[in-house]
């Protein structure tokens, strides 16, 4: 077995300080990302995922209609006036759809905002496919500034039938001051 | 001048710059002892608040704030310095070593401990209170919802983290190196066995809520997500690294517990303990299994059906071990010479009293059933009943078992056998009524009840009364004895006690065991 010194109290120590670290670290870079990724495997979160969705030979339910609620909410301490210009629409599975929501910065000085989506059901998140998002990207606003965020997305046609309502929830984060730092996770 | 053998310096500086083991097992038990009354006058509060239905003395913000020091204190507090302390007493007198391998880190582990809990209460005086979120302290309230002074609990949890991880690497660096020659490891006193296992899981784990406690601290100060879900993380991801944490840590709290039980039933039943090495491995299968089952403290997050079935299995293999354990020890007493001295007293109770709450466990762990029993006055009942009467009167147990051996003065057995029967009756009056209110729906952490638990809640706050009050007279018995007890200067003190501690002279010198003794 490895020997950190010829002392035994020094080595048994040594090793077991050694051993605390790992734990300490063993925390951030095995235990969150390892959540992350069952969450995302298993669906169960409600977290989306952050890539473009490419779609494979989508197939239109006509059969079904499901309701897509929109929500948008400022964290605390974002003064941007931020809301999707429809509160609700009703799709089909498989179609492509489109909406945009409305970003305004009150502020006299140019800001960075990131977008961080939530899906309700959280059984729903991995039949939700965001195929163009604003949430994939930082928005930049000049002071007083407006701008229009697209949405497109799909919704799976293996949704589960139980499932009739959505709701997609976007809560916008100032990153002003952080903006070079891609965001622990989306 | 023969250096080897002078007494303990004069002064605050003893204390102060003290290597010896004796001396900072001894701060460790008074520190504990002085914060068990500390919790315990914070769990008066409670009760006082709750003896009868509406709101009578106290703020419900500060009802919250006296339930999570509550528990912070005892746990962290009171019961895991105290068995520290005993494992520095006793580790070294049992298996014959001179004193602990790194003395001076051990000096440094104790001394960190007083600021960090200075800290802890001194947030009781701050703007906007102490922390009020439980001893658990789940995101969002304890980050995004938390008082100020979160950031000094914080910093509490740090610092007692690191006293714990030093004191851990302490004892297993010194069961691993000072054994006396021919003491293998399957001839250690199973205190030391328990001990040694405990000191791993705590090395594992307190790491692991230190890293908890840094999340925290950076989603409140430094603007990331891990335990908010507008910014992405996940509020549930911090009850799965507190538990995984947590649940080891019940085990870290009972297994010396285990051990010091181990050590006087044997004693008082005149025989040798039945079954050691079923013990041993009974042991670190608890230890084990203790890792994959944190989930079953959180079955109502929404996990999926796999997952609860998956804890739920495992937490009852936790049976299997556990019930090894209680019928040894019952084997053990089976047709032996028993007399009942207060240590003996405490551990029947201890062994009457953890295993109904091992039972309220294995109920909890069904998990159908515990939708219906989580976060309700059953819970609260359930781990009283592993914590006091596993944790706590393991404790007394052994204060009073080897106290006459440290000071050379034996305690008042009349006192101390009042002091068992009303701390008997209390605990069970106090404990025993929270879990019918608790099936009947009671929440817990909450300072108002419906009123058709009333008198229950009453009877339950006269017993924690009742038992709170008993232990000043522990507190008066102990302080009685190191003063003005009655001599012994027997080495044994009991005659039914086998180990190396019990070879040495009584008092236990200053300095012991400088030559290895022969261990056959």
Redesign the interface.
Known sequence: MLKLSNN??VD??AK??V???V??A???VV??PL?NVL?DV?G????TSGQAYTSVEARVDESRTVTIQFIA?N?AGMPWEFSPTKTAMKVHPGAVNDTVFFAHNPRPDAMIAQA?P?ISP?RAAKYFHKTECFCFNQQPLDGGGSAEMPLQFIVDQDLPRDIGTITLSY?I?DVT??ASNA???? | MDDHHHGPAKGLSRWLFTTNHKDIGTMYLWFSFSMFFLGGFFAMIIRAELFQPGMQLIEPAFFNQMTTLHGLIMVFGAIMPSFVGLANWMIPLMIGAPDM??PRMNNWSFWILPPAFLLLASTLFMEGGAPAAGWTFYAPLSTTYAAPSVTYFIFCIHVLGLSS?MG???I??TV???RAPGMTYMKMPLFVWTWLITAFLL??????L???VT?MLMDVHF????FS??????P??FQ??FW?FGHPEVYIIILPAFGVVSQIIPAFSRKRLFGYDSMVYATASIAFLSFIVWAHHMYTV???IAGELFFMYATMLIAVPTGVKVFNWISTMWRGALSFETPMLFSIGFLVLFTIGGFTGLMLSIAPADFQYHDSYFVVAHFHYVMVAGAVFSMTAAIYFWLPKWCGRMYNETMGKTHFWISFVGFNLAFFPQHFVGLAGMPRRIPDYALQFADFNMMSSIGAFVYGASQLLFLYNVVATIVAGEQVSDEKVWDGAEGLEWTLPTPVPYHTFETPPLVR
């Open positions: 035994p109290i048994t120590s077991l300080a051993t605390a670290v734990m300490f063993f925390v951030f235990m969150v959540y969450c298993l169960i979160n409600g977290k909410t964290n961080i939530s959280s809560t984060f001051d952080m965001l622990a996770a989306r | 391998a790194l991880i851990s690497i302490n297993i660096a691993m190196n000072m090395v594992a784990v307190m790491p692991v230190a890293g908890a999340m603007g990331t997500s891990f879900a507008a910014g992405g993380g996940d549930v991801l799965h690294i995984f929404g996990m999926p």
